[in-house]
Every structure is written in structure tokens, then in C-alpha cells.
């Protein structure tokens, strides 16, 4: 609560009893304004994030006690106040989305920023949430390393693709670096997974592969 002190009379034999004056509240941080209203910092940061609690009117970022005093008078009137808003592992839950799709759905631009950063407003989820079908089947794939690629194209085409051959598709544009993991690339698996389908493309790894032939020492072990 506020550093609010009561008034004590004090007296002396012979004297009428004199009352101290009050103590006036001192100046809050963020944590103590929290501890005041009586607010978990759920509250308090939605609060905050939804302009409820005012700014900091001073400049060591602190609310003057006037400023307290008034905000803890009325703390029944502004929890009340205080919006339904999401923070990211709950619209992730909304989602049902992990960590990495919802990296890739953000990155995308799949995911709207935050109307109330660092939280979104419900009127936002309720958008996302009525196309999150939509949404999930839109969010790119995860991006492999040389030798699952290898892998998924050999699976796709029933060519013998090599790890090796990823960097060479890579160099004629039909592979991109997208990230990578401890210094290995990790390649877009969506351009991977569109040669199959692509009469052209699908010519130029079959070259590839031809080109490098059986007998050819096969690339350093990739993730």
C-alpha cells in the first residue's frame, strides 16, 4: 500500500496532545505502484499496455505520490478498466501454434504486431482465430539442413539425391539459404518441394544428380 502513516497523538504532562501530521506518500516504482493497487503483474502490465495507468510523470520513471495516491483511490474503478488482452504464449495457445511456427507465422507476416505491445487485443485473436486453419496451412515449413533435404528430394523424385547436389541446386537458384544452425545452411524446404512439380526444374536436378554420379565422394555430414 501507500507509505501513508497515521497520526499519533503525543503529550507530555501539562500539555494539550498534539497529532503529527501525516506522511505523505514518496514517489513509486513500477513495482511498488503494482504492490499498492493490490494488482498482479498480469494486471498491471495489461494496465499499463492499455493506457489505464498513466505514463510516468517523472523523470526518474517513477509516479509522484500525488499521482499514487489518486491511481490507489480509485484501483477498484481501473481494474475494472483493464481490457482482455493476450500476451504471445496465450495467442500461441489460441493458435495452437509451437515456438517455430509461430516464429515463421510472425517473420511471414502472417501474424499482425501487437496492438497493445507486447500484447494483442482481443479483436485481433478473434480475427486470427476464425481463419487459424488458414493461417497454419500458410505458415512456410520448417527449414532443414543439406542432408534432410537430400533426403525429402530423393523421397519425392526417386532420384539419388546427395547432400551435395543441394548446394550445386543452390548455386543455380533452385535452392535458398534461408537460416542456418551451429554454421550449417538451412535451406526453404516450399522451393524444394515445388521441383517434383516443375517440368524444368525438375530436369535441372536430374542433371544434377547425373552429373555427380555414384562414384562421387558424398558432402560433409549436414544437420
Same mark, same amino acid.
Given at each position: 500500500m501507500t507509505d501513508t502513516q497515521q497520526t499519533t497523538p503525543t503529550?507530555?504532562?501539562g500539555t494539550t496532545a498534539v497529532a503529527k501530521p501525516p506522511r505523505r506518500t514518496t514517489a513509486h516504482t513500477a513495482a511498488q505502484l503494482q504492490t499498492a493497487l493490490g494488482w498482479n503483474q498480469a494486471q498491471f502490465g495489461r494496465a499499463v499496455a492499455a493506457g489505464v495507468i498513466p505514463p510516468c510523470d517523472m523523470k526518474t520513471l517513477r509516479w509522484s505520490g500525488g499521482v499514487v495516491d489518486d491511481l490507489v483511490a480509485r484501483r477498484v474503478e481501473l481494474a475494472a478498466m483493464i481490457p482482455d488482452l493476450l500476451d504471445e504464449g496465450q495467442l500461441m495457445g489460441v493458435l495452437e501454434l509451437?515456438?517455430?511456427d509461430w516464429r515463421r507465422a510472425r517473420e511471414a507476416g502472417l501474424i499482425p504486431g501487437p496492438q497493445r505491445p507486447p500484447y494483442w487485443t482481443r479483436t485481433q485473436?478473434?480475427?486470427l482465430t476464425e481463419?487459424?486453419?488458414q493461417l497454419r496451412g500458410q505458415i512456410p515449413p520448417q527449414p532443414l539442413g543439406a542432408r534432410r533435404c537430400a533426403e525429402l528430394l530423393a523421397e519425392l523424385t526417386g532420384l539419388q539425391v546427395d547432400q551435395a547436389d543441394i548446394?550445386? %541446386?543452390a548455386k543455380?537458384? %533452385?535452392a535458398s539459404v534461408v537460416?542456418?544452425?551451429k554454421g550449417w545452411a538451412l535451406y526453404?524446404?516450399?522451393? %524444394?518441394r515445388a521441383i517434383p512439380g516443375d517440368t524444368e526444374r525438375l530436369a535441372v536436378l536430374t542433371e544434377v544428380v547425373a552429373r555427380r554420379g555414384p562414384g562421387r565422394a558424398r558432402g560433409k555430414a549436414h544437420p
Open positions: 503529550t507530555e504532562p509451437g515456438f517455430g485473436a478473434d480475427a481463419h487459424a486453419g548446394g550445386e %541446386l543455380r537458384g %533452385l537460416d542456418d544452425y526453404d524446404v516450399a522451393a %524444394l
